[in-house]
C-alpha cells in the first residue's frame, strides 16, 4: 500500500508548526499504524532529514503514551483503539492521511507529534489517592466485602490509560473524562470515602488550574476513548462536587 | 576506572542466620534504623517508576527521606509494568486448596529451577500477603466474586489458586495503586518528580554510590543528582532481542552503567520466553505482544497430528476448526498430563518451539500453534444455561452463554487479539508462538538488595535475586511491589544509619564533573558520527543473533560464533551509526542509540554467560544438556551456583565469579510436570 502522509511538524513549544507531506511506498496491511510512522522515519533518516518524532512506548494499547490525531480523530478511525494498535488494514491504498498532534492549551508540544501531558500528573497528584502509607499491617484484604456491582464500575473508571483523548476530542478540551474516571473509581470503593468529598474538589480545582475547558456534555470524549470510559463518571463528579459545595465539607 | 571489589566480600549474600521462615522477622528486627528527624536530611534517588520504582518511592518518602525519582516516559504512570496482564501471586490460601507461605515459596524454588536463593524466596513469599492487603487498601480494583469477596485464578506451575486479579490489566491496576502513592508523595514534595529523564551514569565518591548523571530528554541538558543512596529499579532487558513483548522504550542501560561502574551482572543469560504471544507477521514488526498466561487457565493448546493438515490449513484449504478433535494433538496434555496446559512457561515454550520445528506449525512460516477456546466456550455455557434454568439449550444457545462467560473473564484480551490479527477468537482458535518476555538475571544483589557497589541498591526486574532460572506466572509483580513497598525501605536504613551526619553530597566535585564530561562526549560522538545507517538496523540484526543463538535453545558451537558476531556489529555501531538531530532538543533518535549501544554490549556479555552454564535449567537450555526424552538436565554438582560477572572493559572478557546455592529447606529434584 502507498500513502500520502500530511503530518505536524514543529520543532519545539515556542516555534511554529506547519503541515508538511510525506509520500509512503510499500507498506502491509498487517503494519500498525507506528510501523508505518517507523518506515517514514527510516526513510526520512537515510536521507539525511529529520524523523518525526511522536511519543509511543509499550505499542499494546495499555501505557497511553501514543497520541496522535488521524484524519480529524483521537487515535485515528477505530473505536476502542489506540494509535498503536491501529493497523494500516484501516485505511485505503493510496488515501492521504493527516496527522496531528493533540491540541490543548494544557498539553503544550514537545515536538512535532509529541506533547506535555504532565497536567494530568498534577491532578492526580492533586488527590487521586487513597492517604494510606505502605505498612506491614492494615486490614485483610478480605475484611470489607465490595459488592461485586461497585467493583467491577470502580474498575471500568479505573481503566483509564491517561492518554488524553478525551481532551483532544473536546471542543473546550475539558479534562472531565480523565478527573471523573479517577474520582468515580474511588468514590465507589470504601477505601475512597473518608477523602470523597475533598478529593472532588482539589482535583476539580486542579483541572481548571491548568487550563481545561468546562463539560458541555456532547459526549465526544466517551466516543474516541480508547478504554471507553463512560460518560456516567462525569456525572457522578458533578454530583460529589455539588455536594462537596453545598455540604462545605 | 573500573574498580574490581575484592572476590569473597563482594559475593557474601548477607543471608541472615537462622531457620528459614525466621530469617527475615529476625533481620528486620535487627537491622538499624534511622531515626525520623534524621532520615530528613538523607536523600534517595530512585530510577525508575514502575512497580518496584514507583512502590519504593512512595514507600521511602512516607518514612521521610528525600527521594527523586526518575523516568524516561512522559509520565511516572506508564512505566511497562503498566502492560503485565495476568495477575499476582499471594499465599493467602482464600481458596481453601491449602495454599501456604511455605507452598507458594516451594513452588517459586522448583519453577526457577532450583537456581535461586532460599532465603530471598522465603521473604518472597512471606510478604506476598501484605501487599494484596496494602494494594486493596489504595483502592486497587481486584477482581472479586458475587459475595464481594477477592477472587483467584490459577496460573502455570502451580496447583493451588493464588493468583489475584484485575481482568486482563493487573498489572495497570497495580502500577495505578503504586503510582497514586507517588502522586502523593509528589504533593507532599517528599518525592521531586523527573519525568522524560534519563540515567545516563552512576557516579560514585570514595567507592560509594553518590547519585547520579541525568539528561533531560526534553532539553536535553545534562544534569548532575547527589544522593546518599541511589536505587535501580529500571527493568528488564529483553529488548536486546529487539522483538520482545518488553515496551519500545525499555531498555538496560541504567543496569548497564551500573555494571561498567563495578555493580556485578548476575545470571544475565536467564530469560524467559512466554509460550503465549501473537506470532512474527512480517520483518517490519517492532514488537510482539502478549496474550496472558491465564488464558492457559481455560485454553487448550494443540497443532494437527497429521502433516496433510498442516499443509492444508497453510494453504487455507482447511480451517482449523474442521479438524476433528481425533486428528488433533494436544501436545501439553499429552506430554505433562499432571499440570496439562498450565506447566511452566519455559516448558511449554520448548515443546511449542519442538513441535514447530518438527514440521507443525499452522501459519505460513511455521512458527505457530493453536490456544483453542471451543471447549472452554461449551463447557461455560452449559454451566451457565444451568444456572440460569434452560432446559434443554440449543447449541446456538450454549454458544451464546458460552461466549458472554469467556468474554467476561478474558474480554479485553481476546479484543487486543483481534485488533491485532483481524480474527474473532470466539470462533476460531487463536494462533500464538513464543516470545521474548521477562529477564530473570541482572544486577546481582545481597539480601539487602544492595549491588557489589557500596549504597547501590537494584529491585524488581533490574535484579537478578527471586525467580532463578525461570519465572512462574503473576510472580513479576509480586516481586516488584514486595522489593519496592515492604524489602527495600527496611533494609536501605541499615546503610544510611552511617550516613545521618553526611550532609547534602555536593556535586561541584571532580567525580561528577568527570562523570558529567564522559556523558556529554558520549553524545556529542554519537551524534557527529556521519554513518548511514539508522540505529534500529543495528538494534534488529543484534536481535537476530540474540534469537537465533541465544534464544530458546543455545548450543555451545552458536554461542562462540555470536559472540564474534555481535563484536563486528560492535564495530560496524561506532563506525556507522546514523543519529540525526541535535543535542539541545527532543531527539528519540539520540536516546535509542544510547540504550542499543548498551544492549549490545550486553547481548555479548549474555553469551557468555550461556556459554558457561553448561547445563540445562530454566529459560537457560543448553542443546547439549537434555535427557533421552528431550527435557532439561540440571548439573547441580557444578552448576548449582549464580554466575555474577566484573566489567573489565570487554564484555565476553568479564570476570566471573560465583555464590554458591545452599538448599536447606528442600530437596534438589529433577523438575517434573508429568
Known amino acids: 500500500m502507498n500513502f500520502t502522509l500530511k503530518i505536524w511538524r514543529q520543532e519545539g513549544p515556542q516555534d511554529e508548526g506547519?503541515?508538511?507531506?510525506?509520500?509512503?511506498?510499500?507498506?502491509?496491511?498487517?503494519?500498525?499504524?507506528?510501523?508505518?510512522?517507523?518506515?517514514?522515519?527510516?526513510?526520512?533518516?537515510?536521507?539525511?532529514?529529520?524523523?518525526?518524532?511522536?511519543?509511543?512506548?509499550c505499542r499494546e494499547g495499555i501505557c497511553g503514551m501514543c497520541s496522535m490525531f488521524i484524519n480529524g480523530e483521537a487515535h485515528g478511525p477505530n473505536r476502542k483503539t489506540t494509535t498503536c494498535q491501529l493497523h494500516m488494514r484501516s485505511f485505503k491504498d493510496g488515501e492521504t492521511i493527516y496527522i496531528e498532534p493533540w491540541r490543548a492549551a494544557a498539553f503544550p508540544v514537545v515536538k512535532d507529534l509529541a506533547v506535555d501531558r504532565s497536567a494530568f500528573d498534577r491532578i492526580i497528584q492533586a488527590g487521586g489517592y487513597?492517604?494510606?502509607?505502605?505498612?506491614?499491617?492494615?486490614?485483610?484484604?478480605?475484611?470489607?466485602?465490595?459488592?461485586?456491582?461497585?467493583?467491577?464500575?470502580?474498575?471500568?473508571?479505573?481503566?483509564?490509560?491517561?492518554?488524553?483523548?478525551?481532551?483532544?476530542?473536546?471542543?473546550n478540551a475539558s479534562a472531565m473524562l480523565f478527573a471523573s474516571a479517577k474520582v468515580s473509581q474511588l468514590a465507589l470503593l470504601p477505601q475512597g470515602q473518608p477523602e470523597r468529598m475533598s478529593r472532588v474538589q482539589r482535583m476539580v480545582d486542579?483541572?481548571?488550574?491548568?487550563?481545561?475547558?468546562?463539560?458541555?456534555?456532547?459526549?465526544?470524549?466517551?466516543?474516541?476513548?480508547?478504554?471507553?470510559i463512560s460518560l456516567d463518571n462525569i456525572a457522578r463528579m458533578n454530583r460529589d462536587y455539588l455536594k462537596s459545595q453545598v455540604t462545605g465539607e | 576506572m573500573t574498580e574490581m571489589p575484592d572476590h569473597s566480600v563482594a559475593l557474601d549474600a548477607k543471608i541472615p542466620e537462622g531457620p528459614l521462615a525466621d530469617k527475615w522477622t529476625h533481620h528486620k528486627n535487627n537491622i538499624r534504623l534511622v531515626n525520623p528527624a534524621n532520615k530528613r536530611l538523607i536523600d534517595v534517588i530512585v530510577v525508575g517508576t514502575g512497580l518496584a520504582g514507583s512502590s519504593a518511592a512512595a514507600s521511602l518518602a512516607e518514612m521521610g527521606y528525600n527521594v527523586k525519582a526518575f523516568c524516561f516516559q512522559d509520565s511516572p504512570r506508564r512505566a511497562h509494568s503498566i502492560a503485565a496482564q495476568g495477575g499476582i501471586n499471594a499465599a493467602k490460601n482464600y481458596q481453601n486448596d491449602g495454599d501456604s507461605v511455605y507452598r507458594l515459596f516451594y513452588d517459586t524454588i522448583k519453577g526457577g529451577d532450583y537456581r535461586s536463593r532460599e532465603a530471598n524466596v522465603h521473604r518472597l513469599a512471606e510478604v506476598s500477603t501484605n501487599i494484596i492487603d496494602q494494594c486493596v487498601a489504595?483502592?486497587?480494583?481486584?477482581?472479586?466474586?458475587?459475595?464481594?469477596?477477592?477472587?483467584?485464578?490459577?496460573?502455570?506451575?502451580?496447583?493451588?489458586?493464588?493468583?489475584?486479579?484485575?481482568?486482563?490489566?493487573?498489572?495497570?491496576?497495580l502500577l495505578l495503586g503504586a503510582y497514586s502513592a507517588l502522586s502523593r508523595q509528589i504533593s507532599k514534595g517528599k518525592v521531586t518528580m523527573y519525568n522524560r529523564h534519563e540515567l545516563m551514569d552512576v557516579v560514585k565518591v570514595d567507592g560509594k554510590a553518590r547519585g547520579i548523571i541525568a539528561r533531560n530528554l526534553v532539553t536535553g541538558e545534562v544534569e548532575r543528582h547527589g544522593a546518599h543512596a541511589v536505587v535501580l529499579c529500571s527493568g528488564g532487558y529483553g529488548n536486546v532481542f529487539f522483538l520482545s513483548t518488553n515496551a519500545m522504550g525499555s531498555n538496560v542501560s541504567a543496569a548497564w552503567k551500573a555494571h561498567r561502574k563495578g555493580?556485578?551482572?548476575?545470571?544475565?543469560?536467564?530469560?524467559?520466553?512466554?509460550?503465549?504471544?501473537?506470532?512474527?507477521?512480517?520483518?517490519?514488526?517492532?514488537?510482539?505482544?502478549?496474550?496472558?498466561?491465564?488464558?492457559?487457565?481455560?485454553?487448550?493448546?494443540?497443532?494437527?497430528?497429521?502433516?496433510?493438515?498442516?499443509?492444508?490449513?497453510?494453504?487455507?484449504?482447511?480451517?482449523?476448526?474442521?479438524?476433528?478433535?481425533?486428528?488433533?494433538?494436544?501436545?501439553?496434555?499429552?506430554?505433562?498430563?499432571?499440570?496439562?496446559?498450565?506447566?511452566?512457561?519455559d516448558v511449554a515454550s520448548r515443546a511449542a518451539k519442538e513441535?514447530?520445528?518438527?514440521?507443525?506449525?499452522?501459519?505460513?512460516?511455521?512458527?505457530?500453534?493453536?490456544?483453542?477456546?471451543?471447549?472452554?466456550?461449551?463447557?461455560?455455557?452449559?454451566?451457565?444455561?444451568?444456572?440460569?434454568?434452560?432446559?434443554?439449550?440449543?447449541?446456538?444457545?450454549?454458544?451464546?452463554?458460552?461466549?458472554?462467560?469467556?468474554?467476561?473473564?478474558?474480554?479485553?484480551?481476546?479484543?487486543?487479539?483481534?485488533?491485532?490479527?483481524?480474527?474473532?477468537?470466539?470462533?476460531?482458535?487463536?494462533?500464538?508462538?513464543?516470545?521474548?518476555?521477562?529477564?530473570?538475571?541482572?544486577?546481582?544483589?545481597?539480601?539487602?538488595?544492595?549491588?557489589?557497589?557500596?549504597?547501590?541498591?537494584?529491585?524488581?526486574?533490574?535484579?537478578?535475586?527471586?525467580h532463578g532460572a525461570?519465572?512462574?506466572?503473576?510472580?513479576?509483580?509480586?516481586?516488584?511491589?514486595?522489593?519496592?513497598?515492604?524489602?527495600?525501605?527496611?533494609?536501605?536504613?541499615?546503610?544510611?544509619?552511617?550516613?545521618?551526619?553526611?550532609?547534602?553530597?555536593?556535586?561541584?566535585?571532580?567525580?561528577?564533573?568527570?562523570?558529567?564530561?564522559?556523558?556529554?562526549?558520549?553524545?556529542?560522538?554519537?551524534?557527529?558520527?556521519?554513518?548511514?545507517?539508522?540505529?534500529?538496523?543495528?538494534?534488529?540484526?543484534?536481535?537476530?543473533?540474540?534469537?537465533?543463538?541465544?534464544?530458546?535453545?543455545?548450543?555451545?558451537?552458536?554461542?562462540?560464533q555470536a559472540i564474534a558476531d555481535i563484536q563486528a556489529l560492535r564495530k560496524e555501531f561506532d563506525r556507522d551509526v546514523c543519529v540525526p538531530g541535535r543535542a539541545d532538543r527532543y531527539n528519540p533518535e539520540l536516546d535509542k542509540a544510547g540504550r542499543v549501544s548498551d544492549l549490545i554490549e550486553l547481548g555479548e556479555l549474555m553469551c557468555k554467560d550461556a556459554l558457561e552454564r553448561n547445563e540445562s535449567c530454566g529459560g537457560h537450555f543448553r542443546e547439549e544438556y537434555r535427557t533421552p526424552d528431550g527435557e532439561?538436565?540440571?548439573?547441580?554438582?557444578?552448576?548449582?551456583?549464580?554466575?555474577?560477572?566484573?566489567?573489565?572493559?570487554?564484555?565476553?572478557?568479564?570476570v566471573h565469579h560465583k555464590e554458591e546455592l545452599k538448599f536447606e529447606n528442600v530437596e534438589l529434584k529433577t523438575r517434573s510436570y508429568k
Request: aromatic fraction near 10%; charged fraction near 25%.
Open chain 2, 470 to 560: 525461570n519465572r512462574l506466572g503473576a510472580s513479576a509483580l509480586m516481586q516488584g511491589l514486595a522489593d519496592g513497598y515492604f524489602v527495600l525501605p527496611y533494609t536501605i536504613g541499615d546503610y544510611l544509619a552511617d550516613d545521618i551526619r553526611t550532609g547534602e553530597i555536593p556535586t561541584d566535585t571532580p567525580e561528577f564533573a568527570d562523570a558529567e564530561k564522559a556523558v556529554k562526549d558520549r553524545v556529542a560522538q554519537l551524534l557527529n558520527n556521519n554513518g548511514k545507517t539508522p540505529v534500529d538496523d543495528f538494534h534488529r540484526r543484534l536481535g537476530r543473533i540474540m534469537w537465533n543463538q541465544c534464544g530458546m535453545s543455545r548450543n555451545a558451537e552458536g554461542l562462540k
Open chain 2, 632 to 654: 532439561a538436565l540440571r548439573d547441580d554438582e557444578g552448576h548449582a551456583h549464580v554466575s555474577a560477572w566484573a566489567y573489565t572493559g570487554v564484555p565476553s572478557e568479564a
Open chain 1, 206 to 228: 486542579q483541572m481548571d488550574k491548568e487550563g481545561f475547558g468546562n463539560c458541555t456534555n456532547t459526549g465526544a470524549c466517551e466516543v474516541e476513548c480508547p478504554k471507553g
Open chain 1, 130 to 171: 487513597v492517604s494510606v502509607n505502605s505498612s506491614g499491617n492494615p486490614l485483610d484484604g478480605n475484611a470489607i466485602p465490595i459488592p461485586k456491582h461497585d467493583a467491577d464500575d470502580a474498575f471500568n473508571a479505573a481503566t483509564c490509560i491517561g492518554c488524553g483523548a478525551c481532551v483532544a476530542t473536546c471542543k
Open chain 2, 263 to 345: 555493580a556485578y551482572m548476575a545470571n544475565p543469560s536467564y530469560t524467559q520466553i512466554h509460550p503465549t504471544c501473537i506470532p512474527v507477521s512480517g520483518e517490519y514488526q517492532s514488537k510482539l505482544t502478549l496474550m496472558s498466561e491465564s488464558l492457559r487457565n481455560d485454553g487448550r493448546i494443540w497443532v494437527p497430528k497429521h502433516e496433510s493438515d498442516v499443509e492444508a490449513l497453510r494453504n487455507g484449504t482447511l480451517k482449523p476448526t474442521d479438524i476433528a478433535e481425533d486428528r488433533r494433538d494436544y501436545y501439553l496434555e499429552r506430554r505433562y498430563p499432571a499440570f496439562g496446559n498450565l506447566v511452566p512457561r
Open chain 1, 18 to 57: 506547519r503541515m508538511e507531506t510525506y509520500p509512503v511506498t510499500g507498506i502491509s496491511d498487517e503494519m500498525s499504524f507506528l510501523e508505518m510512522m517507523d518506515v517514514l522515519n527510516d526513510q526520512l533518516i537515510r536521507d539525511g532529514k529529520d524523523p518525526v518524532a511522536f511519543d509511543h512506548d
Open chain 2, 138 to 173: 489504595q483502592g486497587v480494583p481486584f477482581a472479586r466474586d458475587y459475595g464481594g469477596m477477592l477472587d483467584n485464578r490459577s496460573f502455570g506451575g502451580v496447583q493451588v489458586s493464588r493468583t489475584f486479579y484485575a481482568k486482563g490489566q493487573t498489572g495497570q491496576q
Open chain 2, 355 to 466: 513441535r514447530c520445528d518438527a514440521g507443525f506449525g499452522v501459519n505460513q512460516a511455521g512458527e505457530a500453534v493453536y490456544l483453542d477456546y471451543a471447549s472452554a466456550i461449551d463447557r461455560y455455557g452449559r454451566m451457565e444455561a444451568k444456572v440460569q434454568g434452560i432446559p434443554a439449550p440449543s447449541v446456538e444457545k450454549i454458544r451464546e452463554l458460552g461466549e458472554a462467560a469467556v468474554r467476561a473473564k478474558y474480554g479485553n484480551l481476546f479484543q487486543m487479539y483481534e485488533q491485532i490479527t483481524a480474527d474473532n477468537p470466539y470462533k476460531t482458535p487463536m494462533r500464538i508462538y513464543p516470545a521474548v518476555h521477562y529477564t530473570m538475571g541482572g544486577l546481582w544483589v545481597d539480601y539487602n538488595l544492595q549491588t557489589t557497589v557500596p549504597g547501590l541498591y537494584a529491585c524488581g526486574e533490574a535484579n537478578f535475586s527471586d
